[in-house]
Structure formats: structure tokens, C-alpha cells
């Protein structure tokens, strides 16, 4: 379960929101500038509040009024950026292997090929990120999250620099992932559509705030 | 023409003794220098900055003489480390490293630090989001990232280390098979009567160093730049 409730200043802009949601799925729909991407940051440790906590399962990540602040290395929360930002000195294999690497965690062959099955990746293991596809990138970052082993992952929208040919491509991945690996996940957009397909609790920011959460029937048709 | 002398032999390899470990020692301390200017946020640091750069633009032989008041083996700092270490610096090879050390660490910074800035910082949070810890981001992305850069500042370290002149001789003197360097030769031989012809070798000799290194940084610069958006 994730909860937040927090008030950040940034400039002349301010967040004030609560979220609390119990979904496999939480979107967080908005238009651009709303403040969707510094509320996943927060989530991330990225950013830090100016007052409120934030917490997962139970876990506090951030309390502002107990000085908590867990850094962004020590929360495994996985974010899928919408530029892939994958590692360009990297091969895909390495970028894949970074997260257990940092983790520390055993090597885990089945792991990995499950995570390349599922994405459709293990053709462009050898390759260098420079020289793949748009798509291809964001499922290479799909992939690099899920095998850092995540409590949650973040999606801030990951199919918004892609033309809709490329989207129809990644969104039968991403409802796989929702329905085959069980991570939680925060799923920021502004397509209605997306949302509709993959999330079950939908949070609507505007200007910073939370105007109203509750299930798919919120978003605009 | 090419028939150098022992002597001369001596001076070559001394230079390259030198500006070999004046770069090796400097470059880890510059590549820190030039993140703490790049990425941290500290007061002071305008201070920091010039202080680096004073090298730079003091003439050689103030900072060869500032140097011999604080390494020297009477000078606050060399007196300690002769007693406690044992490190000696005054009038010898290791002093004279520590001259072309200081001179060049200007030269080191600036393109390390510009390669440090010019790293996406999206791509170390992404890092830190994988579990990579601050030290670790740095090792494992900004570094090799910044390399191009890095090599690109030793090599010009190297090859001002090389050529210094003023700082070194203030410091550590002109003592032949010690601290006496390629320049130091040169000048020696200059005003020494029919010195011109082993001068002129020298010469020779230290330009063809400069345009090996130039080239070399040329290469290594390609292939780091390659290796970064490579095949």
C-alpha cells in the first residue's frame, strides 16, 4: 500500500496531495505541469518534501517531523523515466545486469531470461543503446527496473515520447507486467486511454492538488 | 644529429620521470577537485576555484618560491613530512614532480570539470534509482563518462609538466641527473659557450615528445569517445 501525503514548494508552484491506494495499479493522470512527475520523484527519494511522509507497505520512507529521508539507492523502488535514459557507454546486457549489480544480489540466469521473454529483448543483449529504436529503449528501462528487484516501480509517462505506433507497441508489455510479475506500480500519464487499459485506482492532479481519486470512471472519456 | 649524449639521455628521461608521476599523482586529486566544482554546493567555492587556477596565472617563479617556503626542507609542511615521513623534496626528482604538479593541476581540472558538468544528471538519478550508491554512481557512470575528458586533462598535464620550467628551477634547482629536466638542460646548455648544438638536440627532442603526446591524446580521446556511443 502506498501512502503519501506531503506539501512541496518549487518556485511559485506548489504541491500540496494525499494519495492512499491499495492497487496493483495507481494512475496518476493530470495535464502537463500538473505536478504528477515531482510526486513520483518523491516517491523515488529524487525530490524531497518540504513537510509529510511517504510510505510503502508500512515502511516510512519519508517523515518529515521524525528528520526521515531514505536516500533513493536504499528505497528499491524502480523508475521507468519517459526518456529511457538507459547507460549510452553500456551494452544492453549491462544496463540490464545494473541494478543486481548495485544490489548486490546473486546473479540469476532464469531471472533474466524470464524478464528478456517477457519484454522481447534477448535479441538486443549485444548491442549498444545508441543503435536501438525508441520502443525498443523504453523496454530495455522496463526491463533494467524489474530486475533490480522493486517493491514498486514507477512509470512516469513511459510511452510519451514514443509516435502511436510505437505506444500500441510497449502497452501489451506494460499489461503484462502488471499481470505477471506483481510489483505495484505508480503509472503517470496524461492519456486517458492508457490509463483506462492498465490502472485501477486513478488519482486526478491539477495545479499540485488531488481534485479526486476512485476508480477508472473518472477519467475523461 | 641524433647521437645524444648520456648526459642528454639522463635530462630525457629524468623529464618524462617527472611529468609521469607529476600526472599520475594529480590527476585522482584533480578528478576530485573538479567534481566538488562541478556537483557539490559548498560555501567556499569560488575560493576553491581560484585557488586552483592561481598556477596559472602567478608567475612560475613565485609559485617555485612559495612552494620552496612550504616544502622546503625548512618549510612548515616539508619540515614536517622529512621528519615524520621521511618525504624529502627539496633538491630532488620528487620535488621537482611536485613543481610540474602544481603547475599542470590547473590544465587538469578545467577539462575534467567540464566533462563532469556536461554528464546527464538524469542518467545518475536512473542509477540511484537502481540502488547505486553516490560513490558508486560516480565510479560506475559519471566517471566513465567524463573520460574523454580525463584523458584529454593528463595529457595536456603531461605535456606542461614536461616543459616547466620557472616553478622547478626556483624550487628544486638545476641539478643535473636529480632535478635537472629537459628546459632545465636547455638553459644550462644555452649558456654554456658552443652549448648550441646540444641544445638544439634537446629541442629537438622535446618537441618531438609534445607532438607524440598531442597526438596520442588525439587517439585516446577518439577511442574513449567511441567506446561512450559506440558499435
Not at chain 1, 22 to 49: H, W
Not at chain 2, 79 to 106: E, H, K, Q, Y
Request: charge should be positive.
Amino acid at each position: 500500500m502506498l501512502r503519501m501525503d506531503v506539501i512541496k514548494r518549487l518556485g511559485s508552484f506548489s504541491i500540496e496531495a494525499s494519495i492512499i491506494s491499495e492497487d496493483r495499479v495507481t494512475g496518476l493522470f493530470g495535464m502537463s505541469g500538473a505536478g504528477k512527475t515531482s510526486l513520483v520523484n518523491m516517491i523515488a527519494g529524487l525530490l524531497q518534501p518540504d513537510r509529510g511522509i511517504i510510505s510503502i507497505d508500512g515502511d516510512t520512507l519519508d517523515d518529515t517531523t521524525a528528520s526521515i529521508h531514505v536516500p533513493s539507492h536504499r528505497r528499491r523502488i524502480g523508475y521507468v523515466f519517459q526518456d529511457a535514459r538507459l547507460f549510452p557507454q553500456m551494452s544492453v546486457r549491462q544496463n540490464l545486469d545494473y541494478g543486481r549489480r548495485m544490489n548486490r544480489l546473486e546473479p540469476n540466469a532464469d531471472e533474466q531470461t524470464r524478464v528478456a521473454d517477457l519484454l522481447d529483448i534477448g535479441q538486443l543483449l549485444d548491442r549498444r543503446p545508441g543503435h536501438l529504436s525508441g520502443g525498443e529503449r523504453q523496454r530495455i528501462a522496463l526491463g533494467r527496473a524489474l530486475l533490480a528487484k522493486p517493491r514498486m516501480l514507477l512509470l512516469d509517462e513511459p510511452l510519451g515520447s514514443l509516435d502511436v505506433e510505437r505506444k500500441a507497441e510497449i502497452l501489451p508489455y506494460l499489461i503484462r507486467l502488471r499481470d505477471e510479475t506483481g510489483v505495484p506500480m505508480v503509472y503517470v500519464s496524461h492519456n486517458a486511454d492508457e490509463l483506462r487499459q492498465l490502472a485501477g485506482h486513478i488519482v486526478l492532479i491539477k495545479r499540485g492538488r488531488v481534485i479526486a481519486s476512485g476508480g477508472t470512471e473518472l477519467l475523461p472519456s | 644529429m641524433m647521437d645524444l649524449t648520456p648526459d642528454e639521455w639522463t635530462a630525457i628521461l629524468l623529464s618524462i620521470r617527472v611529468a609521469a608521476a607529476a600526472t599520475l599523482i594529480a590527476t585522482p586529486i584533480a578528478i576530485g577537485v573538479a567534481w566538488l566544482l562541478a556537483r557539490a554546493r559548498f560555501p567556499g567555492k569560488a575560493a576553491i576555484d581560484a585557488i586552483v587556477h592561481l598556477p596559472l596565472v602567478l608567475p612560475p617563479v613565485v609559485t617555485g618560491y612559495l612552494l620552496l617556503l612550504t616544502f622546503g626542507r625548512r618549510g612548515l609542511v616539508g619540515a614536517w613530512l622529512a621528519d615524520n615521513l621521511g618525504i624529502v623534496f627539496s633538491f630532488r626528482w620528487t620535488g621537482a614532480a611536485l613543481a610540474c604538479g602544481v603547475m599542470a593541476f590547473p590544465l587538469l581540472v578545467r577539462p575534467i570539470r567540464l566533462s563532469i558538468e556536461a554528464v546527464d544528471r538524469r542518467l545518475e538519478q536512473a542509477a540511484s534509482t537502481l540502488g547505486a550508491s553516490p560513490w558508486r554512481v560516480f565510479t560506475t557512470i559519471t566517471l566513465p563518462l567524463a573520460l574523454p575528458g580525463v584523458v584529454a586533462g593528463m595529457v595536456l598535464a603531461f605535456a606542461k609538466a614536461i616543459g616547466e620550467f620557472g616553478a622547478t628551477i626556483t624550487f628544486v634547482s638545476n641539478i643535473p641527473g636529480e632535478t635537472q629536466t629537459i628546459s632545465a638542460a636547455i638553459y644550462s646548455l644555452i649558456q654554456t659557450p658552443n652549448g648550441d648544438a646540444a641544445a638544439l638536440r634537446l629541442v629537438m627532442i622535446s618537441v618531438a615528445i609534445a607532438l607524440t603526446a598531442l597526438i596520442a591524446s588525439e587517439i585516446l580521446a577518439r577511442r574513449a569517445t567511441q567506446r561512450l556511443h559506440g558499435a
